[in-house]
């Protein structure tokens, strides 16, 4: 996940930091310019709720519904204003309330409601203008290792310094029976995260994508066993397993989205020059969203990058890279194929962003892979078992 360092949008309200020690908090003033809004204020306006047993167990549910649909530990702002408990991938027929008794959502109306001008119409527009912004923004609550959450321990809340920083200040929550005490004055990085929970706000970035997982189970989803006409013995490529072997992003960033791409020619049988019209090359391209405590563990599945994998194809374009943004571009490559011995290339070009790290990129002959057996090798920093079956 990358973030930015501001996000802005034109409405009434304006969201101000309060000193860092006062538990005074946010307000909402009516203000006719554009408004800049933070992702500390957004940390600070949280660590200023009541938040409790209820409420935590509200972020955690999303972030596992994330995860489980293959997404980084995230709960986004929109899915918190509009389906509580609700993680990324999660398909929604309408906004709920009914999982919760005070959800999140409540919580941050209030805290709103309390700062404007009260029993004014003004006053309730600008809170609405306010939670729409909010909802629009893309910022999230990132929850890094929650699965070691003890199921009672309030977080630390921070935000994303960017800048490659590995440490910030969080907000820590602490008290009970609605007693709150909030600080700026603890340092938080990484080895604090796999301690106790802490709570990130970022900005998301992959909710567009959609994982591997979300294609692909333990099982393919194509027919091996399906009789072919012909009788020619058919074989597609499979990615097995994916194993990240270094952290590509400070851990405020959240987990590492890599992008897959191999671009060649599918099914290929022609036997003469003139067929090769016939043929245009295809790109194969998935993401695997690969964790913080993932690291050098495989991620298994299987994804199909060719079928029908044919004797006469030569060479495969692949290229990973892992996402960090920038200015959209192409890697002109090629991939090609053999009739009668002589070989024949065709031109691919493989989406990437300027700002993205380039894990690897080449081309993959044929002869790599041997048919009704896997092998793996290593990229970059990324291990990839291949199986020809």
Known sequence: MKTLSKLYFAVAVVLLAASACNRGGASVETVDKEVVMTRQEVARMLSSLPLGAE???EVYDAVCSSSDNGYDEEYMMAD?????????????????????SVPIRSMIEDYLASRAPSGTKAGAADVQRYLDGLKDSGLQIYWPYSEEWDGETLPLITFDPENGAEANY??????????????????????????????????????DCVPMESFFSTKSWLDEDEDEDDGTERYNLYIRDFTMLRQYD????????????????????????????????TITDFVVVVKR??????????????????????????????DDGGTRTNWKCSASVKIKSKTYGFDIDIPIHSADDIVWRGQLGSTYFTKGKSIEGRFGDVKITFALE
Not at 80 to 100: C, D, E, F, R
Not at 179 to 188: A, C, P, R
Not at 251 to 275: I, K, L, N, P, R
């Open 55 to 57: 409420q935590m167990q």
């Open 80 to 100: 918190l204003l509009t389906v509580p408990g609700s993680g990324v991938g999660t398909k929604h027929a309408k906004s709920s309330k009914a999982a919760y």
């Open 170 to 207: 969080a907000y820590v929550i602490s008290g009970e029976s609605g007693h709150f005490e909030v600080t700026d004055s603890l340092l938080v990085d990484e080895k604090v995260a796999i301690e106790r929970p802490v709570w990130v706000i970022n900005r998301n970035s992959d909710s």
């Open 250 to 281: 400070s851990w405020f960033a959240g987990a590492s989205e890599f992008h897959v791409w191999c671009g060649g020619v599918h099914s290929f049988y022609a036997s003469t020059e003139d067929q090769l019209k016939n043929y245009t090359p």
């Open 293 to 322: 405590g993932e690291v050098g563990k495989k991620k298994r599945f299987n994804a199909v990058l060719v079928t029908d994998f044919s004797d006469q194809l030569d060479k495969l374009a692949f290229l990973i890279s892992e």
